[in-house]
């Protein structure tokens, strides 16, 4: 099992900055795509940021401009980097990972952290 562990999530005035970080853990696998997803209660999910090994992003109209994507292939690791936030980027935050173990595909995502954007 690939295991995916956010961190960096917490409360933030409008405007400020927070960055998040996620780290896959496990053997035998490989991960082509990492990225994040957020959900807000009573809401669809909303995926935010993707980016490939080969450093290919893609972002959500809500928040080009403002958010970066990077990752850190050694080791495992993908950041997003949450500039300029507002209210509406309050949610619960997701790492996702697309990839081969054991060359079987798979699709996993992290347990969450939370982001709240509030004065």
């Known amino acids: 099992q690939v295991q995916l562990v956010e961190s960096g999530g917490g409360l933030v005035q409008p405007g400020g900055s927070l960055r998040l970080s996620c780290v896959a853990s496990?053997?035998?696998?490989?991960?082509?795509?990492m990225g994040w997803y957020r959900q807000v209660l009573g809401k669809e999910r909303e995926l935010v940021a993707t980016?490939?090994?080969?450093?290919?992003?893609h972002y959500a109209d809500s928040v080009k401009g403002r958010f970066t994507i990077s990752r850190d292939n050694a080791r495992n690791t993908v950041f997003l980097q949450m500039n300029s936030l507002k209210p509406e980027d309050t949610a619960a935050y997701y790492c996702?990972?697309?990839?081969?173990?054991?060359?079987?595909?798979?699709?996993?995502w992290g347990q969450g952290t939370q982001v709240t954007v509030s004065s």
């Open positions: 496990g053997n035998g696998f490989s991960i082509n795509t």
């Open positions: 996702i990972a697309r990839g081969l173990m054991s060359a079987v595909p798979f699709y996993d």
């Open positions: 980016i490939t090994s080969g450093g290919t992003t």
